[in-house]
């Protein structure tokens, strides 16, 4: 029961947080305030009202509509929401809650931020991996665990090693490709090594590799799209760093088993 208790005050703080995602993922890319002004209906230019602003609850009590022009609201808002809540409960699941979580959660925030930016305009906001690189550096030297352990500290050694291989690699990949990688994602697998060391950003580099190409031959079969469309690889780097830091360690024993 205290359990439940737990992951039921988790979930809402990480919906209210995915609430704020929403703001972000709007404005940052149109380069406005993510503070000020107060939410507004994007159609009629209202302003919302708090009771219209539950996280989730709200956009199912009004039918997915706007209260005062009846304008469709995207369901994104509420998929951000459950899903940033979601992830919280995993990380309290998987970690305990502690300091190691409260870093584990802002992480998980700024993948979700990355992932719909990247989606809608293909870029990676420089305002979430510049300041990210360094508080990453940080907390993955002084307070994280390896996540392939989750017993053993990270260390120093690991951080900066990570933050080398993820941001090393694929400047390497952008040279040979010759503009087929974009700085955003170097800086983000960048902010990733330096988290979770360089054992993960392999495996993230793996796995987002592989969900990019399962995505690129379902468009090309499926949806008509050519070899030369461009997909944004930051979410599958986003999906790989997620998968990495719940199931990196089930996954590695997986693998030396074999």
């Not at 995207?74 to 992830?87: D, G, I, K, Q, T």
Request: hydrophobic share 50%; aromatic share 12%; net charge positive.
């Amino acid at each position: 029961m205290n359990n439940i208790i737990l992951y039921l005050f988790v979930f809402l703080i990480g919906s209210a947080v995915g609430s704020f995602l929403n703001v972000c993922i709007y404005r940052m890319p149109r380069n406005i305030s993510i503070i000020f002004p107060a939410s507004r209906c994007p159609s009629c230019n209202t302003p919302i009202n708090p009771l219209d602003n539950i996280p989730v609850l709200s956009y199912l009590l009004l039918g997915g509509k706007c209260r005062v022009c009846k304008a469709k609201i995207a369901f994104r808002y509420p998929l951000v929401e459950f899903l940033n809540a979601s992830l919280y409960v995993l990380v309290v699941w998987r970690y305990g809650l502690n300091w190691d979580a409260v870093v584990y959660c802002i992480f998980c925030s700024a993948l979700v931020v990355i992932t719909f930016i990247d989606l809608d305009f293909q870029i990676i906001p420089d305002r979430i991996t510049l300041p990210g690189i360094p508080v990453a550096l940080i907390a993955g030297a002084f307070l994280l665990p390896d996540p392939f352990t989750r017993y053993s500290a990270l260390g120093v050694k690991d951080s900066v090693i990570g933050f080398l291989a993820g941001g090393g690699l694929f400047y390497l990949v952008a040279l040979v490709s010759r503009g087929g990688m974009g700085g955003g994602d170097i800086k983000l697998m960048a902010m990733v090594g330096s988290l979770t060391g360089w054992k993960s950003v392999l495996l993230t580099t793996f796995l987002g590799s592989l969900t990019g190409s399962l995505v690129g031959i379902f468009l090309m079969i499926f949806k008509g799209k050519g070899r030369k469309t461009k997909i944004p690889f930051g979410p599958f780097l986003a999906l790989g760093s997620l998968i990495t830091l719940f199931l990196g360690q089930e996954i590695l024993s997986w693998y030396l088993r074999r």
